[in-house]
T-cell receptor, first 112, second 114 residues
Framework: KNEVEQSPQNLTAQEGEFITINCSYS?????LHWLQQHPGGGIVSLFM???GKKKHGRLIATINIQEKHSSLHITASHPRDSAVYIC??????????????FGKGTHLIIQP | SAVISQKPSRDICQRGTSLTIQCQVD?????MFWYRQQPGQSLTLIAT?????????ESGFVIDKFPISRPNLTFSTLTVSNMSPEDSSIYLC???????????FGPGTRLTVL
């Protein structure tokens, strides 16, 4: 069963700063997910990536399959980026049809 | 992408009662999952909802407590039975679209048990 570790658990930064959140997992997988959860509880899928790097606006996600490690970066951070960021990996065999196991999340606060 | 609706969006229930949560998707999907997020905790997989057969439950979750139905490719229900305050959580369904590996999450059902 996959285990997912995330760091840091809490992060407070000033508007404009470059943010990095790290995620490591224990079992080889086909793809890793980055999710965003806002205070109301709704979850949005940000990225699913299996290799290299993906970019969407100011968000960048990278993954190193050999090292079982992924990072989520936010450039030019803004208070509206304040949310909980969660990484998630397939629970068992690493296939796309698996349920997910989740990191504990990184609670990000961007101050104006 | 997929549009997923969950009903109810929130509810307050009395101890000992049961609540059924519905998950409806606007596209045909291969996989449907039910997750729970207890206050201050990370999401945990309850079970995989299998079409036309019994759900596959994760360790710590049993059918008598969380019966699940999935009568077709776009709809599933999760019942939280004989509720106690410890069942107060957000319950989320997620789906995997046909020919996709991405999981899409429903808006969640916030349950409070008094």
């Amino acid at each position: 069963k996959n285990e997912v570790e995330q760091s840091p658990q809490n992060l407070t930064a000033q508007e404009g700063e470059f943010i990095t959140i790290n995620c490591s997992y224990s079992v080889g997988i086909s793809a890793l997910h980055w999710l965003q959860q806002h205070p109301g509880g709704g979850i949005v899928s940000l990225f699913m990536l299996s290799s290299g790097k993906k970019k969407h606006g100011r968000l960048i996600a990278t993954i190193n399959i050999q090292e079982k490690h992924s990072s989520l970066h936010i450039t030019a951070s803004h208070p509206r980026d304040s949310a909980v960021y969660i990484c998630a990996a397939p629970m068992y065999s690493g296939g796309g049809a698996d349920g997910l196991t989740f990191g504990k999340g990184t609670h990000l606060i961007i101050q104006p | 992408s997929a549009v997923i609706s969950q009903k109810p969006s929130r509810d307050i229930c009395q101890r000992g009662t049961s609540l059924t949560i519905q998950c409806q998707v606007d596209s045909q999907v291969t996989m449907m999952f039910w997750y729970r997020q207890q206050p201050g905790q990370s999401l945990t997989l309850i079970a995989t909802a299998n079409q036309g057969s019994e759900a596959t439950y994760e360790s710590g979750f049993v059918i008598d407590k969380f019966p699940i139905s999935r009568p077709n490719l776009t709809f599933s229900t999760l019942t939280v039975s004989n509720m106690s305050p410890e069942d107060s959580s957000i319950y989320l369904c997620s789906v995997v679209l046909i020919r996709s590996d991405t999981q899409y999450f429903g808006p969640g059902t916030r349950l409070t048990v008094l």
